[in-house]
Each structure stands twice: as C-alpha cells, then as structure tokens.
C-alpha cells in the first residue's frame, strides 16, 4: 500500500514541480486554483497516512525490538518515514506558494488602488471647474472675454499639471505610468 502511495506521491510530485513554473509564466485565477487543489490533495494523502503510521506505532508497541529485525520491516518502516517525510516538505511548498500568492496579490492590488488614486485626483480639477462653470450664475467674467473658452482650458490644465506634479515630487504616483513586463511577478 505505501508503495502505491509513494508512486502516486510521485505524480503529485510532477505536477507540483510544474505548477511552480507554470506560476511564473501565468498567475492568475487558475493558478490559485491549482495551488489549492494541490494543498487539499497533500491534506488527503496526510490523513491517508495516519491511520498507516498508528499501525506501525501500535505494531512497535506489540512487538518491540523483534519487528525490527525484520528486512521487509525495516524497508516499510523507511517507506513510511519517506512518505511521511515528502508530504511535510511537499505541505511546505505549497505553504510557500500559497504565501507567494498572497504578496503578489496584495501587491497588485495595492499598485491598482494606488491607480485609481492617482487617476481621481488628477481628474478632481477638471471635475471642479466643470462643475463650477456649469452652474448658471448671472455673472460669469469669463463668458465676456474674447478668450474665456482658452483660459478655462489653460486654467485647468496647469492645476491639473501642478498636482500632477506635486504627486510626481512627493513620490506617489510610482510605477503606475511605466508598461507592465511580461512574466514579471510585480510590474
């Protein structure tokens, strides 16, 4: 039966090694997915070897040092201990995954917010003066000057340029107007 689960073991053991590359090229959705699909079968193959491991414990306790002398003993006893061996390293990994996962989340998501941020606050101008030259006051001075049109545009711009770089200066705006590069975890 170990023997079994060790060969299947292996299996797991590809697919785990390919779901490590695979993350670099793609992370997305699916690859979540894959990585918690490999975490419930390491779970699985934990309790399938409990009950394996309480045998050999009891199997020990009942008759001691005699067991051991045995070579199809000891060479299941080692199987045991290998099988138990790679499913803790394998868990490890895909904790390390899973970890992985969350930091280039987090990550993406805080660049997307910081975005969003950005793109409100150097619209907030435009907004502002739109929203204050459509109101219908009686007297508007702009409206008489031969140029009003252009400097309402030039009005906005420059305070729309002025806070877009006083969050250039402050460092704000960060990476958000480069170009992402291809199988990069964070840009």
Known sequence: MIKNYLAKID??????????WDLKEKNNIEILERIHHARHEILIWKNLMIPIKEIQIGMEEVFGEELTSFTACKRTNKRIERTLHLLKEYQQEIDALVDFEV????????????????????????????????????????????????????VIAVTTLILYFYLKMKGWTGDILKSSKKHSFFK
């Open 103 to 154: 930091v280039v989340s987090s990550h993406r998501g805080n660049e997307i917010m910081k975005t969003l941020t950005v793109l409100t606050t150097l619209f907030t101008p435009i907004a502002a003066w739109g929203a204050l030259w459509g109101m219908n006051f009686k007297f508007m001075p702009e409206l008489d000057l031969k140029f009003g049109y252009l400097y309402s545009l030039i």
């Open 11 to 20: 299996d797991f053991e590809l697919r785990l090694n390919q779901l490590l």
